[in-house]
Every structure is written in structure tokens, then in C-alpha cells.
């Protein structure tokens, strides 16, 4: 129970410290797998025109309240923020640009720090098929501090065959404005929550028309199909936009993979992308729940692993929040700083130790993940008398980790044996 205690303690203690980092490390644009969450979030659809001489981009941007600095004012909360999207050709050319500024209200402080709560954006640009950089930046008007995300868009071939096929949009939800429309809500970075049995698809069709057969298949991301179905259908000549509804009893809480594809008069077009079921509040950085539940290895007993694992799909979802509730240290609020930090050091330890392993799973991924970035690193990699090693140094624990490469392909092991189980209860 005591080292429990004190590897429950270590976790909490290095929040601040490895958060200074992870927010350290979001200056570096190159880095496509940041440790941290995002500041925001964004979706990029290219789009078919009638007269096949352009392409329509649709860009979706999503910023949760907690991103931005609230100021009070009066019986409001008040924060800022300036959107940038910039748009290159291969030649670093400028294409297209917007700035745009944003106001969020809430008289609600609760609010402010919400992570559930976004402002929800929607651009569009008329472009020539070809190959873009996608430059989208937010930057807190009170704060001055600045997010950048890049992402590369290729539609050269989108006019390819006499079919063709826009993005697969994923809705979120639905809802009815005041003149009595329809209107959808698309799931900005493709997560759809678990409240109905179903979610919705849409994509627009560019064809002759004509009678057309229309398919959809959701994978796992190791390639397993979960669900297919085939439509017969007949095209109207132009564009022409189709939704399905897919029921998700099929699915579980993970990422999967979509393909549509479309087959009309001898031609056919494909799109694909990604999607994942979530529940309401479930970290972002966790994409497989019975993976999250594996990785908790380090911290809780088999007896508990394997109640979680063997449960039933919603059972499974609840007694996984509940093993993590009772480690919350700030059970007043929605956010569960230990679950998250626990995950952020799982992705990093996925980013810099796998090899013939998932990283989580090797010697130095457990030291990281239960004791955090060591305060020095002493390593040896060149040695002509020793094979190489690493130490890592703990100095506020007065503890010191070896690790040494016997195979030479930088698999290092503790030179003695963690005993893990000694952290469980």
C-alpha cells in the first residue's frame, strides 16, 4: 500500500513538470504525434464541382473551451481567439488564406474549462486540382499563445474517371432550426459518441448518372472487417449527395476505418477515412479501450484486469471509469488528471521506446510511465568495453534505473528485475 501511495504520488507530482514540456513541445510544427491533447481540432474535405475545373475545399475547425483564456466581464466570461487557415501550393506559393475572429460567451464559469463544450467552424475555398499544405493556426487573443497544425491535401486525380467521390462527412448529430430545416452537425475529427444505436455517413457523388451500386465497409485498424453493406442505386446526372444511417451494435469503443465506394457505367471511385466511438468524456488519449485496459497493468492487480476484460461491452466501459474514478484526485471535477498524465506517458513511451515491442509495454515504458522523465539520462551508447546502456537518475526518489542493449538493436533491459506487481493492490 505505501508504494502505491508513493507511485500514485510520483504521477501527480510530475503533472505540472511534464505538462511544461508537453506544452513546450507543441512549438515544433513537424511533430504530427504530439504527447498532448490538441488545442483544437480540424477536419479538411475535398469536394467534387459540376464543372470538374476546380475542387471545393471544406475545412472544419473545432475549439474546445478550455483551449482559450476566459476573462470575466460583468455576469460573462469572455475569451477570444484569431483563426488562420493558409493554404500553399507544392512551390510554398500562397493559394488561399483566411483570418477570421472568434467570440465566445458563457455566464457559466464551469464552462470556461470545459472540454466538451466547442465553437465550431466552417470554411470554404474554390481551388485547382492539385497538391496543397494546409497551414491552420489559433491564436488566444488574451493569452498571445499560439497553435499550429499542418496537413498535406492532394486532389490531382479527383476527376480521374467520369465518377467521382467527395469526402465521407461523419454526423454527429442532427437537429431541427427555426424555419422547421434539418441541419447536421458534422463530428469534427471523426468521433462519434455512444448515446444512439446509430451515426450517420453523408458524400457527395459526381457522375453521368445512371444505375450505380453504392458499398460501405467499416474495418478495424488491423484490417478486420466489422460491418458491409451493398446498395443498388440509381445516380441523378451532376452531383448528387447520399446519407446512410449505420448501427454501431456492431462496434466497440476503438478506432475503425470506412471505405465507400461507388461503381457506375464500367467506372468506379473510392474515399476511406477514419472514425472512432467514443463515450462522453472519454480521454483523447485513449483510442482502444481494451487496449487502455491492458496498459493499466502497472498499476492495478490481474483480478482487476481481468474483471474489465471480461466484461460485456457497456459493462466493460463502466467498470473501466469506475477503476479510474477511484484514483481521481480531484473527483470534483470532469477532468481525471491521473488517467490523463497515465496516458500521456503510454503514448510517449509508444512513440520513443517500440521496437520489437510496443513501447508501453518494454522496461523503459514501464520506468517512464509509473516515475515519469527521469532528471538525468546518462548514456552510453559506443562503449569498447561494455554493451551499450542507459541510466536514468530520479533525484527527488534517490532511485537510478539501468538499462543495457544486449541484442545491439537498441532493445534495453533493466539490468535487474522490476518487480511490477509490487505496485498493485
Known amino acids: 500500500m505505501r508504494i502505491k501511495i508513493f507511485v500514485f504520488l510520483s504521477l501527480i507530482i510530475a503533472l505540472s513538470a511534464v505538462n511544461a514540456q508537453i506544452v513546450k513541445g507543441r512549438s515544433d510544427n513537424n511533430d504530427s504525434e504530439r504527447l498532448s491533447l490538441p488545442v483544437f481540432f480540424y477536419e479538411i474535405g475535398t469536394y467534387p464541382t459540376l464543372a470538374r475545373d476546380s475542387v471545393k475545399l471544406i475545412i472544419k475547425t473545432k475549439v474546445p473551451f478550455d483551449a482559450i483564456q476566459f ?31 472568434h467570440k465566445l460567451e458563457t455566464e457559466i464559469y464551469d464552462e470556461t ?13 474554390k481551388l485547382l486540382p492539385a497538391k496543397y499544405t494546409v497551414i491552420l493556426s489559433v491564436l488566444d487573443e488574451d493569452t498571445k499563445k499560439k497553435e499550429i497544425q499542418r496537413d498535406k491535401i492532394d486532389t490531382e486525380t479527383i476527376y480521374k474517371n467520369s465518377i467521382s467521390l467527395s469526402y465521407i462527412n461523419i454526423i454527429d448529430q442532427t437537429f431541427t432550426n427555426e424555419e422547421g430545416q434539418t441541419e447536421e452537425i458534422s463530428s469534427v475529427g471523426g468521433s462519434i459518441n455512444d448515446s444512439k444505436k446509430d451515426f450517420s455517413i453523408s458524400f457527395d457523388i459526381l457522375s453521368e448518372g445512371g444505375p450505380a451500386e453504392i458499398s460501405y465497409r467499416i474495418f478495424t485498424t488491423d484490417g478486420k472487417e466489422v460491418l458491409s453493406k451493398t446498395i443498388q442505386d440509381t445516380l441523378e446526372k451532376g452531383i448528387c449527395t447520399r446519407h446512410y444511417n449505420i448501427n454501431r451494435d456492431k462496434l466497440s469503443y476503438s478506432k475503425y476505418k470506412i471505405i465507400v465506394e461507388v461503381s457506375s ?6 474515399n476511406e477515412r477514419l472514425f472512432q466511438l467514443r463515450w462522453f468524456g472519454m480521454s483523447l ?21 481481468k474483471k474489465i476484460r471480461k466484461a460485456g461491452k457497456k459493462e466493460k466501459k463502466e467498470k473501466f471509469i469506475e477503476f479510474w474514478k ?16 497515465y496516458y500521456r506517458r503510454v503514448r510517449y513511451a509508444n512513440l520513443h521506446f517500440s521496437g520489437f515491442m510496443e513501447g508501453w509495454k518494454t522496461d523503459m515504458g514501464m520506468i517512464f510511465i509509473l516515475f515519469g522523465p527521469p532528471n538525468d539520462i546518462e548514456r552510453h551508447p559506443f562503449e569498447l568495453d561494455s554493451k551499450p546502456y542507459e541510466i536514468w537518475y530520479y533525484q527527488e526518489i534517490n532511485r537510478t534505473f539501468v538499462f543495457i542493449d544486449e541484442t545491439g538493436f537498441g532493445d534495453y533491459r533493466l539490468t535487474e528485475p522490476y518487480y511490477e506487481n509490487i505496485f498493485r493492490y
Open 71 to 101: 476573462i470575466k466581464s460583468d455576469t460573462l466570461f469572455i475569451a477570444r481567439y484569431e483563426l488562420s487557415i493558409i493554404i500553399l501550393d507544392e512551390n510554398e506559393n500562397q493559394s488561399a488564406s483566411k483570418i477570421t475572429s
Open 113 to 125: 474549462n470545459s472540454k466538451q463544450l466547442y465553437d465550431i467552424n466552417e470554411f470554404t475555398f
Open 265 to 270: 457505367g464500367g467506372e468506379k471511385a473510392t
Open 285 to 305: 488519449l485513449i483510442d482502444d479501450l481494451d487496449n487502455a485496459i491492458e496498459q493499466i497493468k502497472y498499476i492495478a492487480s490481474n483480478r482487476d484486469i
Open 326 to 341: 477511484k484514483l481521481d484526485p480531484t473527483p470534483g471535477t470532469p477532468e481525471n488528471e491521473l488517467m490523463n498524465e
